[in-house]
Nanobody
Framework: QVQLVESGGGSVQAGGSLKLSCTASRYTFSTCGRGWYRQAPGKEREMVST???????IYADSVKGRFTISQDNSKNTLYLEMNSLKSEDTAVYYC???????????????????WGQGTQVTVSS
């Protein structure tokens, strides 16, 4: 079955940086939606950054200018580079990728996501 595996999380001091990776198996990142979400303790899951099916990149206001989403098709991996981390960035970070039919270069996007298991990011002040 499809697996999305996140890595790169950890503990860092405020102002530091981390780079998260999301590697997919039995799934090829396509032009369908893909991105990163996070969930802090006691809060709902929220969008951090996504690449939409039309290619637009969206960032949550709270991370604009600090986080960068990117994709390496040769490695079938999605990244989230996080700089100037703040304590409020502490959360479990999840990778998501939209289901699709057909070929990755010409998909029919399904409007439903596959999800990774999450990776913990802890920022201490």
């Amino acid at each position: 079955q499809v697996q999305l595996v996140e890595s790169g999380g950890g503990s860092v001091q405020a102002g530091g940086s981390l780079k998260l990776s999301c590697t997919a198996s039995r799934y090829t990142f396509s032009t369908c939606g893909r991105g990163w979400y996070r969930q802090a303790p006691g809060k709902e899951r929220e969008m951090v950054s996504t690449i939409n099916s039309d290619g637009r990149i969206i960032y949550a206001d709270s991370v604009k200018g600090r986080f960068t989403i990117s994709q390496d098709n040769s490695k079938n991996t999605l990244y989230l580079e996080m700089n100037s981390l703040k304590s409020e960035d502490t959360a479990v970070y999840y990778c998501a990728a939209e289901r699709y039919w057909g070929w990755a270069h010409n998909p029919s996007c399904a409007k439903e996501n596959y999800w990774g298991q999450g990776t913990q990011v802890t920022v201490s002040s």
